[in-house]
């Protein structure tokens, strides 16, 4: 699909809904900092900005529900240098950031297996979603540690010792439980694929790729992709 320049931040009026849940693959940190002969440290910091300025940009913008994939669980198979910066730079994400979420009425939520980190983030984590619980503006959903594959067959587990298979009881035991159906999923870097990111989620999404690497994905770029939204017919396997 080719790249849709970044318009003026608005929604399209009149030729469709917005979308309630978007989540995003941020992809290209790795490539940014390539071009620019940096270390991959660079781009991933460069990448937590860009997190910033999107969390607040999906409030600005109105949505309900922001999921990002942050870590996958095939991540770990990267270099011990390069997790490990990973790591200190969600520590200090997370340490400097949630203040400011918590004004703006930003609710964190977790996907993923994310018990696996090391005990300090964990510890960290659970704080900042009990912190956050009760915001109500944009629900911020981290996936960490996360591969769709692995919480489909958690959720059948799941919903298999609850004495029933269904798609609505396997559904219900998602990471995503409670969060609203997901209307769009973009990826940026240029690549087309979904690397294990909610799979049984996107069933039904929207997908928009962009060429733009994460660090320099904007607001602009953000609205672009819901005012296309708002102009796609979604039937759902109807005409």
Same mark, same amino acid.
């Given at each position: ?36 002969? +940096?270390?991959? #440290? ?6 937590? %900005?860009? /997190? !910033?300025?999107?969390?607040? &940009? *999906? ?80 629900? +911020?959903?981290? #996936? ?6 692995? %919480?489909? /067959? !958690?959720?059948?587990?799941? &919903? *298999? ?79």
């Amino acid at each position: 699909m080719a790249q849709v320049e970044p318009q003026p931040v608005r929604i399209a009026a009149g030729t469709g809904e917005m979308p309630r849940h978007v989540a995003i693959i941020m992809d290209g940190n790795g490539r940014w900092a390539k071009k620019r002969m +940096l270390p991959r #440290a660079m781009g991933h910091k460069r990448g937590v %900005e860009t /997190v !910033r300025n999107i969390v607040r &940009a *999906a409030g600005e913008l109105g949505l309900e529900t922001l999921s990002l994939y942050a870590f996958s669980s095939e991540n770990w198979k990267r270099p011990e240098e390069e997790i490990n910066d990973l790591m200190a730079l969600m520590r200090d994400f997370i340490k400097s950031d949630f203040d400011t979420f918590a004004k703006n009425d930003v609710r964190l939520k977790i996907i993923g297996d994310y018990k696996a980190l090391s005990a300090d983030i964990v510890e960290i984590l659970e704080e900042s979603v009990a912190r956050t619980a009760k915001n109500s503006r944009t629900t +911020l959903a981290v #996936a960490l540690n996360y591969g769709s594959q692995d %919480e489909m /067959v !958690r959720a059948a587990r799941a &919903a *298999a010792a609850q004495g029933e298979i269904s798609a609505s009881s396997i559904e219900a035991n998602l990471d995503t439980a409670g969060l609203p159906p997901l209307d769009l999923l973009i990826r940026t870097s240029g690549e087309q694929r979904l690397s294990n990111f909610m799979l049984w989620q996107a069933a039904y999404a929207e997908f928009w790729f962009t060429e733009t690497l994460w660090p320099d994905f904007s607001k602009d770029e953000l609205a672009a992709a819901l005012n296309e939204f708002a102009c796609r017919e979604r039937r759902y396997g109807g005409r």
